[in-house]
């Protein structure tokens, strides 16, 4: 490892000092593509953001594909109903490593306004692993450039051995994520516990 | 503007047997109702469509009356034996007693209708099924009132009524696999509240159960896992 102090004189000397890794993420969070879709009125506010008052092209996510496969980013913009919980984990499954899940809305988080609706799922971070979580109703544009920051921040801390190192380079990492199923009166299971435990709540 | 009194009148007079009756809303609005007998529904939703021109069905429902306990007084004469001036005679007495009865519940579907030609409605009209259990069956509305359809299939799905000669009734919000009726007042909503951040109420309520039922699942469970997990099951 370059010294940082260093590192900046030999900067200020014309001389670029950098490690592979830091290449790398840099390379990985400058062009992460989310995936086109949107779930309810929180994808409002993402197209706000794509668009050119906000314009998240500045950080390099303004390629929205509609192919999962193609898609390294999903944003889980508004309520996950039942109905759709599964097909939300299916497309999640279809994208490929390196991919991150940013949970956008109160819907998307924990079901917001409609917790406690017969059709609504208590927050996606039941079946995949959420890597953002974006609190609000809806999130304002900037909130979602904040979590998409957060996001590049997360990647470019990534080491690309040893523990906590992404997925893609990890051959051990759980790759599939289990569909729920529709059962008789709810998805079944309710939540997978390899992901999601019930957080303590401190009163 | 006709009012409910006046489309009985009319339906009354074109269909002598269409067993029409007026449900009165006490309340300010003043919006009565007509309840129509379900085996007549379909001739006289025909007749307000065709003669009456209510060309527009804007909206339909679904209620749920849920059985209801009835406390009534009754006038019972029963055998009272006294004694009189040494002797015992029998007399029969009058007495009020409060009894209670349970009124049995019902389903029943809610139909709004407009007229675009003539600028008029609301008119409200009610189907009513015999019980909420097993005869939930109402006649579909939806050959005549093609908007129908949807609605019909959401209370199929939220209230478990089967409209017959609907062209397509299948669940509409909730999976074909579901087994519930969740906008019934006896819906049992899932026990999936482990995670309460801001519980209050009737979530409270259901969170504190959840967490002792929960409780109650780990000690079972800790005495079969052997001695040397009990620590760690008492710490969490």
């Known amino acids: 490892m370059v010294d940082e102090g260093l590192k900046i004189e030999l900067g200020k000397q014309g001389v670029f000092v950098t490690t592979i890794e830091e290449l790398y993420n840099w390379g990985r969070r400058s062009s992460i593509w989310p995936m086109q879709f949107g779930l309810a009125c929180c994808a409002i506010e993402m197209i706000a953001t794509t668009m050119a008052r906000y314009d998240i092209a500045r950080f390099g996510a303004e390629v929205f594909r509609p192919s999962p496969r193609q898609a390294d980013m999903m944003i889980i913009s508004g309520t996950v109903t039942k109905r759709m919980a599964p097909q939300v984990v299916r497309l999640y499954n279809q994208m490929a490593e390196p991919k991150y899940v940013i949970a956008m809305g109160a819907c998307a988080i924990s079901g917001g306004p409609f917790k406690q609706g017969y059709n609504v799922l208590k927050g996606i971070d039941r079946y995949i692993p959420v890597d953002v979580h974006i609190p609000g109703c809806p999130p304002r544009p900037e909130a979602l450039l904040q979590a998409f920051m957060t996001l590049q921040k997360k990647i470019d801390g990534q080491h690309l051995t040893g523990e906590g190192r992404p997925r893609h380079l990890d051959a051990e990492a759980q790759g599939e994520f289990p569909v729920p199923v529709p059962g008789e009166h709810d998805l079944e299971p309710a939540s997978n516990p390899g992901v999601w435990t019930a957080p303590v709540v401190i009163r | ?236």
Request: hydrophobic letters at 40%; one cysteine or more; a negative charge.
């Open chain 2, 1 to 236: 503007m006709m009012t409910v009194e006046e489309i009985k009148a009319a339906i009354e007079a074109a269909l002598p047997d269409a067993g029409v009756e007026i449900v009165c809303n006490p309340s300010v609005s003043g919006q009565h109702s007509l309840r129509l007998a379900p085996a007549q529904a379909v001739a006289v939703a025909k007749f307000l469509r065709d003669d009456l021109l209510f060309d527009y069905l804007s909206n339909v429902t679904g209620v749920d009356w849920p059985d209801k306990e009835v406390a009534e007084k009754v006038r019972v004469t029963r055998p009272v034996t006294k004694t009189v001036d040494g002797v015992e005679t029998t007399v029969e007495e009058t007495v009020e007693e409060t009894r209670k009865r349970v009124a049995p519940g019902c389903l029943e579907a809610v139909y709004h209708l407009y007229s675009v030609a003539q600028k008029q409605g609301p008119v409200v009209f009610r189907l009513k099924t015999v019980n909420r259990t097993d005869q939930v069956e109402l006649p579909s509305l939806t050959p005549i009132w093609r908007s129908a359809e949807f609605q019909e299939r959401e209370i199929f799905d939220l209230f478990g009524i089967v409209f017959t000669g609907h062209p397509d009734l299948r669940r509409l919000l909730m999976w074909d696999g579901f087994k519930d009726h969740p906008m019934r007042r006896d819906y049992v909503e899932p026990d999936d509240f482990e995670y309460e951040p801001t519980a209050h109420d009737q979530v409270l309520a259901r969170a504190l159960a959840h967490q002792a039922a929960s409780r109650t699942a780990q000690e079972a469970a800790a005495p079969a896992l052997g001695a040397g997990q009990e620590g760690t099951g008492a710490s969490q």
